[in-house]
T-cell receptor
Framework: ETGVTQSPTHLIKTRGQQVTLRCSSQ?????VSWYQQALGQGPQFIFQ???????GRGNFPPRFSGLQFPNYSSELNVNALELDDSALYLC?????????????FGPGTRLLVL | LAKTTQPISMDSYEGQEVNITCSHN???????ITWYQQFPSQGPRFIIQ???TKVTNEVASLFIPADRKSSTLSLPRVSLSDTAVYYC?????????????FGSGTRLQVQP
């Protein structure tokens, strides 16, 4: 167990809706990253938050947004859902934002967009 | 952006040693090499990390030659529970970005 939890485990939405996914990091971890993993592919970086500020972003449109809170929890929000947003969404926490820092992943939220 | 190349899949039998080689020709001087393991419908799990030569922990060894253009993850005496996807990653030094850049990974199938 990594000590990183995510909710919900599964979610079904329809195209055009909005969704909020939640992550609880390990205590003391000031960095959280979010990844999208389509079936059969490796995780793709969405963005990272360090001390409640966005610290880097991958190739995802602005309708993907996030928040990080002082209590080591964070959110991923996706607006105007599209069918291609169906994927496993993973959050990962770490002690610092250096690339070599070990990231601890949660079990993920499986999102299905119909 | 450093890019990694790994075999798409490998097959092995229980009790054998498995070596998965990753190519990273454009690795930067300060990049570390990290391996993650992922089971279906779970998040990736850190296995091992190294910078040069050899690193060993309780689950694996990582061999890195002097030029650091490749690395080999060695899993001793695999069991059925080692069936998973294994990802090799190197650091991404793009300004303002501290992501882990995953490739497609190597799908290891361990047979009885």
């Amino acid at each position: 167990e990594t000590g990183v939890t995510q909710s919900p485990t599964h979610l079904i939405k329809t195209r055009g809706q909005q969704v909020t996914l939640r992550c609880s990091s390990q205590s003391g971890h000031n960095t959280v990253s979010w990844y999208q993993q389509a079936l059969g592919q490796g995780p793709q970086f969405i963005f990272q938050y360090y001390r409640e500020e966005e610290n880097g972003r991958g190739n995802f449109p602005p309708r993907f947004s996030g928040l990080q809170f002082p209590n080591y929890s964070s959110e991923l929000n996706v607006n105007a859902l599209e069918l291609d947003d169906s994927a496993l969404y993973l959050c990962a926490s770490s002690l610092a934002s250096r690339p070599e820092e070990t990231q601890y992943f949660g079990p993920g939220t499986r999102l299905l967009v119909l | 952006l450093a890019k990694t190349t790994q075999p798409i899949s490998m097959d092995s039998y229980e009790g054998q040693e498995v070596n998965i080689t990753c190519s990273h020709n454009n690795i930067a001087t300060n990049d570390y090499i990290t391996w993650y393991q992922q089971f279906p419908s779970q998040g990736p799990r850190f296995i091992i990390q190294g910078y040069k030569t050899k690193v060993t922990n309780e689950v694996a060894s990582l061999f890195i030659p002097a030029d650091r253009k490749s690395s080999t993850l060695s899993l001793p005496r695999v069991s059925l529970s080692d069936t998973a996807v294994y990802y090799c990653l190197v650091g991404d030094k793009d300004t303002g970005r501290r992501a882990l850049t995953f490739g497609s990974g190597t799908r290891l199938q361990v047979q009885p």
